[in-house]
T-cell receptor, first 113, second 113 residues
Framework: NAGVTQTPKFQVLKTGQSMTLQCAQDMNHNSMYWYRQDPGMGLRLIYYSASEGTTDKGEVPNGYNVSRLNKREFSLRLESAAPSQTSVYFC????????????FGPGTRLTVL | QKEVEQDPGPLSVPEGAIVSLNCTYSNSAFQYFMWYRQYSRKGPELLMYTYSSGNKEDGRFTAQVDKSSKYISLFIRDSQPSDSATYLCAMRGYGGSQGNLIFGKGTKLSVKP
């Protein structure tokens, strides 16, 4: 099992460009999450999907959109990238929204110039 | 005041030392407490998981929760160079937005041979 995979691993964008970060899990988990990690700020939840077909905002959703494409895949889209979105993005999944372990992907390092 | 406070360190100890990592929190609704370990340029992985107050031991690691003081700790005995990583505390309540994991900023630990 690959667990949680993310693409791309690295990306450099110019201000105003758009891009989609991809995430897939092969653990048959119902819930998936997108976090960003910034120095001095810790991990912060952007959006989550409790189950296929549902999405909800987390702590820092502004400037992002998400799509739960199917049970395996959850994508994060930046429509018009800003330097403030320079960060490391982690996707995670868990069995459900209960108190279960969240499994994290390896991350995407995004720089917006 | 942030919901979860964690000293970012860095913390440097000699091999074999006992390490104590701590977090404080302000939200009385938190019931589930976790410690994640994150190696450089990797995603976080769950290390310890406790529910409510008390101690939990797993090999060289002991997690301690004191809900009356809103204080959690992770102790590492006989620390090894392979323990060098960033340790993130995380906690959550149950249901709705209280089900979101709230992370501390992480403490960077270096164990010197």
């Amino acid at each position: 099992n690959a667990g949680v995979t993310q693409t791309p691993k690295f990306q450099v964008l110019k201000t105003g460009q758009s891009m989609t970060l991809q995430c897939a899990q092969d653990m048959n988990h119902n819930s998936m999450y997108w976090y960003r990690q910034d120095p001095g700020m810790g991990l912060r939840l952007i959006y989550y999907s409790a189950s296929e077909g549902t999405t909800d905002k987390g702590e820092v959703p502004n400037g992002y959109n998400v799509s739960r494409l199917n049970k395996r895949e959850f994508s994060l889209r930046l429509e018009s990238a800003a330097p403030s979105q320079t960060s490391v993005y982690f996707c995670a999944s868990s069995w459900d929204r209960g108190p279960n372990e969240q499994f994290f992907g390896p991350g995407t390092r995004l720089t917006v110039l | 005041q942030k919901e979860v406070e964690q000293d970012p360190g860095p913390l440097s100890v000699p091999e074999g030392a006992i390490v104590s990592l701590n977090c404080t929190y302000s939200n009385s609704a938190f019931q589930y407490f976790m410690w994640y370990r994150q190696y450089s340029r990797k995603g976080p992985e769950l290390l310890m998981y406790t529910y409510s107050s008390g101690n939990k031991e797993d090999g060289r690691f002991t997690a301690q929760v004191d809900k009356s003081s809103k204080y959690i700790s992770l102790f590492i005995r006989d620390s090894q160079p392979s323990d060098s990583a960033t340790y993130l505390c995380a906690m959550r309540g149950y249901g709705g937005s209280q089900g979101n994991l709230i992370f501390g900023k992480g403490t960077k630990l270096s164990v010197k041979p």
